[in-house]
């Protein structure tokens, strides 16, 4: 932890605090792309059939887009429950080192208790995990985890509204329409993964899951998501250790 | 291409279930073991590596699945146009200053050019 400097933002209360977060959250860019991403996903989840509510409450309990996108498709397509599961927990692992990051930031040591973090620790998502570590550092010790809920709930807020609105419009536009709104899904994927992918393996295990991904399926390969992930991802990593061998 | 039917059965209870056992519990579960180490993880372990490929593979497969195996309204734009429409618009993100904006703006224009031109 860096020594507190006399500039950190003080509030009068905590909801004073949390109110800064909704501010922030509403005031930066990824209030766009979450706007966009779950229009998207609201598109989808018409699409498969299932219920506007249903994916208000997945915004709110699951809270990961690329996890709501994996159920939506794989339960929607027919796909066993246990893999839909796996699936979805193995896209879920980089959360675990994002909360264990975000934590040394929000504990305010001698007050702090641990359930005052379980919020915290259910928010963690992209958009709200790359603004807290902007944004905290400069906030008072003592706000920081109201300022941090604020902030979570603004974006939450943001995803379940833009899902309903998604929702209805893929059911209300004429086809080719709801069609792009439909595309935005895979499209806003495709090329924000890309942009995550720095070292060469996932860039190597980006490439192999396009590949393999509608191989699998079109040769109507059982449980064709794990295939995919397990196959790209160690064709991949066994790249990675001979490039490191050979280097 | 085919037209996925919706083999899952919507009505009731069941996918609110299926909500909290196939979603919440698996994704959930790793912020939990977040807060239980809290410290002590190693981000280049090579089994995050590994893990991480893995997940990136699993990611990459369901967007190319949902371009390749459109369902529904976006059936109706051919197959060609799709996958076109996604490869312009990386294209553009990766040329244009690597903006997602610009990326799934070209993407997305490319998409209903080609689906007015071409759809059904």
Not at chain 1, 117 to 136: D, G, I, Q, Y
Not at chain 2, 15 to 36: C, D, K, M, S, T
Not at chain 2, 86 to 100: D, N
Request: glycine fraction near 10%.
């Amino acid at each position: 932890m860096p020594p507190p400097a006399p500039s950190r933002r003080t509030f009068t209360s905590s909801g004073a605090a949390f109110a800064a977060g909704v501010r922030a959250a509403w005031l930066s860019v990824f209030f766009l792309v979450l706007a966009g991403t779950y229009s998207g996903i609201g598109a989808l989840a018409h699409d498969f059939g299932f219920s506007a509510w249903w994916l208000a409450l997945s915004s709110v309990v699951v809270w990961a887009a690329p996890a709501q996108v994996i159920l939506i498709s794989a339960l929607g397509n027919g796909s066993a429950a246990i893999e839909a599961a796996i699936a979805v927990a193995l896209s879920a692992i980089r959360l675990l080192p994002m909360v264990v990051a975000l934590l040394p930031l929000l504990r305010d040591d001698a007050n702090t208790r641990k359930r005052e973090l379980l919020l915290p620790a259910h928010f963690t998502a992209v958009s709200m995990w790359v603004e807290s570590l902007r944004l905290l550092p400069a906030i008072a010790p003592e706000h920081r985890i109201a300022f941090c809920n604020g902030l979570s709930v603004g974006y939450m807020g943001t995803a379940v509204t833009f899902g309903f609105v998604g929702y209805y419009l893929a059911a209300g536009l004429p086809p080719l329409l709801a069609g792009a709104l439909l595309f935005l899904t895979p499209l806003s994927f495709l090329i924000s993964t890309a942009r995550n992918s720095r070292m060469l393996i996932e860039r190597v295990a980006f490439v192999l899951g396009l590949a393999f991904g509608p191989l699998l399926t079109w040769y109507g390969v059982g449980l064709d998501l794990l295939w995919t992930g397990v196959l790209g991802g160690v064709i991949a990593y066994g790249i990675h250790r001979w490039c490191r061998t050979a280097a | 291409m085919t037209t996925t039917t919706t083999v899952f059965d919507t009505a009731g209870a069941w996918p609110y279930v299926l909500l909290l056992l196939v979603g919440f519990l698996p994704n959930e579960i790793w912020r939990a073991l977040g807060l239980v180490l809290a410290h002590g993880l190693d981000e280049d372990s090579e089994l995050v590596v590994l893990s991480r490929a893995v997940a990136t593979a699993i990611i990459a497969g369901v967007v190319a699945k949902l371009i390749v195996f459109s369902s529904g309204s976006l059936d109706s734009v051919p197959l060609w146009v799709r996958v076109a429409a996604a490869t312009i618009g990386f294209t553009s993100y990766a040329l244009v200053r690597r903006s997602v904006f610009v990326g799934v703006a070209g993407g997305e224009a490319v998409l209903l050019l080609g689906g007015f031109l071409f759809g059904r």
